[in-house]
């Protein structure tokens, strides 16, 4: 068919469906779908309060709100929205800033707009000489940007707009995405496919992609974004590579995303050609403030560095007996005049000591609260270990009260059935978030650490280590997206609820037919609890495969590091299984509050989803079903594989509901989780059961393979390494 005659015919289409033909399920979309509303009285609804509207000014942001806006509304309400510059006189839709808008200007809203801050927003139904607005009022063009997209998802998840009061501002500062993307487009840990960021036609090429990944991130809050790995390459502070760092950052700005990189500790050795790259020496302290200023020239608002350093073979200020404070100083010394960051990352273990890796963070950092610069701020791992199923809070969270601490949460599911496990992840985000350190007493919880307002620190911040790839759906699982989404808007409010989270995002990522909603939130809450079943329930960790981390292998054992190992966290024996972390084993839980210890100490009293995480416990011991350990294991197992068996049953009966393209993909993925979970399951409890020694109790489906061909299993080139 020529491009002609395609052309009539989706012309044909609109004039008799009045709609765009209908566009492929493909995910590409996100939750920025903007189809026709479906709901007439909505529809209705807001054609009259939305029908004119006025963005007065031009800035690239405005321009982006006008875009936006102009996408949005066509599609929702199914015409052609007109977007003026002129205050209309008949009411409609406003949006700007008291400098942008004389509309606004007028409205007095100077004390209301006091308490959203910078990036915060008004949404509200007001009267202005008899006529009716919908206002999208803001400090500045960003807190626009942030208040058109709540609206948007007012309507995508069809929710009244007639008498709105929304005042809105983020409780973190730094919401950001981190990257672990290398310069070949390999990603560590991804596995939706290659990085986005297409470095070899940079800067030249703009990918759609990089706009549309704008567009998700600010829509959900996000402002900042880590382009590379933190096992950094030098390479990207190279002029040939800030040329194309420029590029994506220009592309960013106007979503009020600002770009970071990651430094390697050893630059200036590397691309600097020096013969150190100590962080007292004075050349080394030049050489970096020569550099940031170079990127400042590329990147006037480039937003600083993310480092890993001293920590699973990076260099860092240790390779030359300096302390991490040293380090971050160094970088933080060459920013702070151009008001840039340091992310210091506390992921970190000691190379020598032999000691539980829970407590290394801890013991490196803690004495070093108070002596970081200002514009230092420790990023730290929701839990000690590395982004496990279920983690306690990492112990650092509230013992450093003179540091700033931001939460690095992984969205990517290295350990959660990475691109085909369907784990909604936001219950475990809360479930750190809402932990109480008692740093201060009770209440004190590490959201509250992370937003600074515990210790009223001037930075705060979020990092997510993203899930995203140049699938066509960007994230692989169809699902993946629930957990970008649910990142931005826990990394914006920490306060809203999973559940919220969820609805949300199915709504406009489905539909909101509740026949739909229900069930896929119902779904989606259960799924994390349902991955730590399968995997690692009651307080297991580490038992995963071998470098590609997919899959059960908890018989690792004899490798270059104890604590690289399997046999070394769950510490099965023919008495029980779980590490001791208290006072009679590695006494880990000496680095919380007495309060936390009190909860944790007592394997009678300790809640029984960290059980094993704390305590050796006897094979014998009874829990709270009443059955044995070894018995309740095995139950756990078995749950989680029944549970996804019920979602996908609940999936199947959604096939008329959900899009085929979609509900395919889902549909898929789940037999893969399936499959997965009964090998986690059986490799697991066969090979617990040589300690054990005890039968898997009747009535309890058996474990189909042996021990041997489960130990057998390697895949090859798994994603992601
Ligand atoms: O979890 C481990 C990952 C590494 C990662 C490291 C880190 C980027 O397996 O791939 O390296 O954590 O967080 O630095």
């Known amino acids: ?7 009539c015919f989706a012309f044909l289409v609109v004039l008799i469906f009045g709609q765009k033909p209908a566009q492929a399920e493909d995910g590409y979309r996100l939750w920025q779908r903007y189809d026709l509303i479906q709901n007439k009285d909505l529809l209705k609804q807001y054609r009259k309060t939305l029908g004119n509207v006025t963005v007065q000014g031009s800035s690239p942001t405005l321009a982006v709100v006008k875009d936006e806006l102009d996408m949005a509304l066509s599609g929702l309400l199914g015409s052609k929205v007109t977007i003026t510059d002129n205050a209309s006189k008949k009411g409609g839709l406003v949006a700007g800033t008291p400098a942008t808008s004389s ?83 390999t990603v560590e840990r991804g596995y939706a496919g290659f990085s986005i960021w297409d470095w070899h036609k940079l800067p030249d090429y703009i990918d759609q992609r990089y706009i549309d990944y704008a567009r998700a991130n600010a829509s959900v809050g996000i402002n900042g974004t880590v382009l590379t790995n933190v096992n950094a390459n030098s390479l990207v502070l190279t002029p040939e590579y800030l040329k194309k760092v420029k590029a994506l950052a220009d592309v960013f700005r106007p979503y009020g995303i600002k770009v970071y990189l990651t430094a390697r500790f050893s630059s200036p050795i ?43 073979g990076q260099p860092g200020p240790q390779n030359y007996n300096r302390s991490h404070a040293d380090g971050a100083n160094l970088l933080a010394e060459a920013l ?51 982004f496990q199923p279920r983690e306690p809070f990492h112990p650092l969270f509230g013992a450093m009260p003179k540091t700033p601490l931001m939460m690095e949460f992984q969205i990517t599911q290295e350990y959660l059935g990475q691109g085909t ?40 911040g979020m ?83 071998w470098d590609h981390h997919y899959g059960p292998a908890p018989w690792i054992k004899d490798k270059p590091r104890a604590d690289w190992t399997s046999v070394y966290y769950h510490r099965a024996d023919e008495k029980g299984i779980g590490f001791d972390r208290t006072k009679t084993g590695s006494n880990a839980l000496s680095q919380y509050a007495p309060e936390v210890q009190a909860q944790w100490e007592n394997p009678a009293t300790c809640p029984e989803d960290v059980l094993l995480w704390f305590h050796h416990v006897a094979w014998d011991a009874k829990t709270k079903s009443g ?36 509900h395919q993909q889902v549909k898929q993925y789940l037999a893969i989780q399936e499959k997965d979970a009964r090998w986690w399951r059986d490799a697991c409890l066969l090979y617990f059961q040589t300690f054990s020694k005890r039968p898997i109790p009747q009535g309890l489906e058996q474990p189909q393979g042996t021990l041997e061909e489960y130990m057998k299993i390697d895949p090859k080139f798994a994603p992601g390494i």
């Open 1 to 7: 068919m020529s491009k002609k005659i395609v052309f």
């Open 103 to 185: 509309l606004i200007k007028d409205l007095g809203l100077d004390q209301k707009l006091k308490e959203v801050g910078q990036e915060g927003f008004l949404l509200l139904s007001q009267k202005h000489k008899g006529n009716a607005y919908t206002v999208i009022a803001a400090n500045s063009e960003k807190g626009v940007l942030y208040g058109t997209f709540h609206l948007l998802r007012l309507l995508q998840t069809q929710q009244d707009i007639q008498n709105l009061n929304v005042s809105n501002s983020p409780k973190t500062k730094l919401r950001i995405l981190n990257h672990w993307d290398n310069l070949d487009r």
């Open 270 to 312: 590397e691309i600097g050609k020096l013969k150190t790259a100590d962080p007292l020496n004075p050349e080394v302290k030049a050489w970096w403030k020569n550099k940031v200023n170079e990127i400042y020239t590329y990147v006037p608002d480039f937003g600083g560095f993310t480092v890993k350093a001293n920590s699973e």
């Open 336 to 386: 702070a005049p151009k008001g840039g960051v340091v992310m210091w990352r506390a992921f970190v273990y000691d190379n020598n000591v032999p000691d539980d890796r829970h407590k290394q963070a801890y013991t490196e950092f803690k004495p070093l609260d108070g002596t970081f610069q200002g514009n230092v701020i420790v990023q730290v791992k929701n839990g000690a270990i590395d």
């Open 421 to 460: 496990h369907l784990a909604y992840l936001a219950p475990m985000f809360k479930e750190t978030l809402e932990s109480d350190t008692y740093a201060k007493g009770q209440g004190s919880t590490v959201a509250k650490v992370v937003d600074g307002s515990l210790d009223n620190h001037a930075i705060s």
């Open 463 to 545: 990092a997510g280590v993203a899930n995203i790839g140049n699938d066509i759906n960007w994230t692989s699982h169809p699902f993946g997206q629930a957990n970008w989404y649910a990142f931005g808007r826990l990394a914006w409010d920490h306060a809203l609820t999973a559940e919220d989270i969820a609805d949300e995002w199915i709504k406009m990522t489905f539909s909101g037919s509740p026949s739909l909603v229900t069930p896929i939130r119902n779904m989606m809450m259960a799924s994390r609890e349902t991955v730590v079943n399968y995997m690692t329930p009651m307080g297991l960790h580490h038992l995963m495969g």
């Open 627 to 662: 059955r044995t350990l070894w018995d309740e294991l095995c139950y756990r197992y078995s749950g989680g594989v029944d549970s996804v068996r019920t979602m996908q049953k609940t999936w199947n009966a959604l096939a008329g509901q959900v899009d085929k393209e979609r």
